[in-house]
């Protein structure tokens, strides 16, 4: 196989037995890779009614065809398995270098199963795999526990690790990777916790072999200079000032969420946004493997308070730990920050569950007493302390360790959580963006905007300008983006690059630019209609699951707040989003029934029965 | 009197060392006619707000108004 390494590694922790698998060549056809390659896995070994902490779960690491190729931000792998967060699938996608050095090491994936009755690492060193005690790593960060892998394995070997937070099974745990990338979202670094898995360390000289090198270079050149030539005409804003930019949009729209949701805009945001970071903590950027773009951020704080050196932060860092907790003290977001990349923690995550924890104490439904601490809006002292104190599941924060829904209910206000399927949304309000509001709903893995980025056109106007207060027709487009991004997902590329490069420029974004991609590095030959059914069997079969564990209309909500209590100011005044109107037409789009299950044609049509 | 404040791309159209400034336009003016002052090439589409709303480049700008203009961040 080109493209593909061919196999998948098995690795049963109880038992300790590692065997290779080969990857059926038809499954990777369908499935493509990565996220693709995780639900197929998923579906086939993981009882959906599982529970996500015990042995009976598998957590799945996959990279996909393209990554490692040199295809431009052919840097990704996906985590799956099913989240402690949401009892639904994960899809924690992460960069760097990690993934790229797992297919160099002979395999596009791992599959984890069983529980080590001990801690342990994995080892992958050229197609040799071994399991060995990491006793002695248990309790240490994500950086510590990098620098000393490399030390006892191989000095250009690539570390993807938990910290203390997986360890102690907070369940927005991360996988962090490289040190600072993140495998963020739904908890999949308390699954690995739960398996007494550590860390996975992986070397290899392989190259990923290419069907057509010559047709995948000439592609790769063209992409590539249309890019450079549309970056030198309009400078990218990611480029010079991350995903910390987009602040400017989301503020000027009235749909930068503000103190746990209440308000779309943020009096503090000329404090916060992407120029500030730039001006006053930036390094350098910091690029993923082959990625052109380098929306990273490697930066510095001097501010005594909150020293401190690493990456980050992101955009939706800075609107969870920010805007929402009302903190306009940057250096205050960038070091709490630094700490969840260190502890392993999902910044969003843990923003919007100290927002929800000030919400509750303002409120009068939660006593200061409780916390320890005074908690404020605007205390990024508290943000800093408490996130620590999470990591370690120490006092309060062993309450803030369950996500803010669960806090939330257990004050007896679970609607105070701002969450679909139990996950914290991203930075964008659905009430100015409806869209939004129907992709956190539908998202296989609770609020996410990243299956399927709705910001890309009623946001950033990309590829075309679209209404952000209109709902009527939004579900088509948002079907097509979430089909779109099942096969960037797949494929090992980066959503900030293909959108925009390798996708049709009309709203059914068809994935011409990946189709070329793949076909020149597997060889396959995919039609454009095969890779866009790849796309939607993909969807589907997470659907599926996501059944299967019981879930169905009930489940794809939002909290009272974005439907029923209409934005208070700004440019979106007025506004609640009109999710259950958009779920009708969305149904009918997936071919799915009114309550939101496939029906048996559309699981046939796609192989799924 | 109308005041102009400029973020990222766009800051190369102000006057060196400025991050804003104020400019008295006619009557029925609108933001085509103040991009034009402020010798923005018509290929160049920004972000562009007014006293905290999106609008097109159509919009009639009145005595008072807050303009905001940036190139388009995306990511996230």
Request: net charge negative.
């Amino acid at each position: 196989m080109d493209g593909w390494m061919g196999k998948m590694l098995r690795v049963d922790l109880g038992s300790g037995e590692i065997r290779d698998e080969s990857l059926d060549p038809q499954v990777a056809k369908d499935y493509i890779g990565g996220r693709g390659i995780g639900i197929y896995y998923l579906s086939r070994d993981v009882d959906p009614a599982c529970d996500p902490l015990s042995p009976e779960n598998v957590l799945v690491m996959a990279a996909g065809p393209l990554t490692g190729t040199g295809a431009p931000t052919g840097a990704r792998y996906m985590v799956m398995t099913k989240s402690p967060l949401t009892g639904a699938i994960t899809c924690s996608n992460a960069g760097g270098r990690f993934p790229t050095e797992l297919k160099r090491s002979g395999y596009d994936g791992i599959v984890f199963s069983g529980r080590s009755p001990h801690p342990v690492y994995l080892y992958i060193d050229a197609g040799q795999a071994a399991l060995r005690d990491a006793t002695h790593l248990w309790g240490q960060t994500t950086h510590e526990t990098t620098d000393r892998l490399r030390e006892e394995t191989d000095a250009k070997a690539r570390v993807a690790c938990i910290g203390p937070a997986g360890e102690q099974l907070v369940r927005f745990a991360a996988i962090m990777n490289d040190k600072d990338r993140a495998a963020g979202r739904s908890g999949v670094g308390a699954v690995m916790g739960s398996k007494n898995l550590k860390a996975v360390v992986v070397r290899g000289q392989n190259r990923v072999a290419l069907a057509d090198p010559a047709r995948f270079k000439a592609f790769n050149t063209q992409i590539l200079e249309q890019f450079k030539a549309a970056a030198r005409e309009t400078p990218l804003g990611l480029t010079i000032n991350g995903t910390a930019g987009v602040v400017l949009t989301t503020q000027h729209l009235g749909v930068l969420p503000t103190k746990n949701w209440q308000q779309g805009t943020f009096d503090g945001w000329e404090n916060i946004h992407g120029e500030r970071l730039t001006e006053k903590y930036l390094v350098s950027n910091k690029a993923c493997y082959a990625c052109p773009i380098g929306c990273g951020r490697k930066t510095r704080v001097t501010d005594p308070d909150f020293a401190g050196e690493g990456e980050g932060p992101e955009y939706e860092t800075i609107y969870a730990m920010g805007s929402n907790c009302m903190i306009d003290n940057l250096a205050a977001v960038v070091k709490a920050n630094y700490l969840c990349n260190e502890l392993g923690l999902d910044t969003i995550t843990m923003g919007a569950t100290v927002a929800c924890a000030m919400e509750l104490v303002d409120r009068g439904y939660l006593s200061e007493k409780v916390v320890g601490r005074p908690l404020s809006w605007g205390d990024g002292e508290a943000l800093v302390e408490l996130t620590r104190m999470t990591a370690y599941r120490e006092g309060f924060g062993n309450r803030l360790a369950e996500g803010s829904y669960r806090l939330a209910e257990s004050c007896g206000h679970p609607e105070l959580a701002m969450v679909s399927k139990k996950q914290e949304f991203p930075g964008y309000e659905p009430r100015g963006a409806q869209a939004m509001g129907l992709a956190y709903a539908t998202s296989p893995i609770g609020g996410s905007h990243m299956r399927g980025d709705p910001a890309y056109f009623e946001l950033f106007g990309i590829p075309q300008p679209v209404d952000p207060h209109q709902w009527k027709g939004k579900a088509k487009i948002t079907k097509a983006f979430q089909d779109l991004s099942a096969v960037i997902d797949s494929a090992g590329l980066c959503i900030f690059f293909a959108v925009r490069n390798l996708a049709g420029k009309e709203l059914d974004v068809p994935p011409i630019g990946i189709l070329e991609y793949l076909n020149a590095a597997t060889g396959l030959e995919y039609t454009l209609e095969e890779l866009m059914r790849a796309g939607e069997r993909i969807i589907t079969a997470e659907r599926r699951f996501l059944v299967r564990a019981g879930m169905s209309r009930k489940d794809d909500s939002l909290p009272r707040r974005l439907t029923h209590e209409p934005m208070p100011s700004g440019p979106a005044q007025g506004m609640v989003c009109h999710l259950e109107e958009m779920l009708d037409e969305y149904y009918q789009e997936q071919e799915w029934t009114p309550e939101g299950i496939p029906t048996e044609n559309r699981l046939a049509s796609l192989g799924l029965t | 009197m109308v005041r102009v404040r400029c973020f990222t791309g766009m800051r190369r159209y102000l006057p060196e060392g400025k991050s804003g400034f104020e400019i008295e336009l006619a009557e029925g003016a609108d933001l085509r006619r103040l991009l034009g002052i402020m010798e923005v090439p018509p290929d160049v589409a920004p972000f562009i707000a007014v006293n905290g709303r999106k609008v097109a480049r159509d919009h009639r700008l009145r005595d008072g108004d807050e303009v905001v203009l940036f190139t388009h961040m995306e990511g996230g």
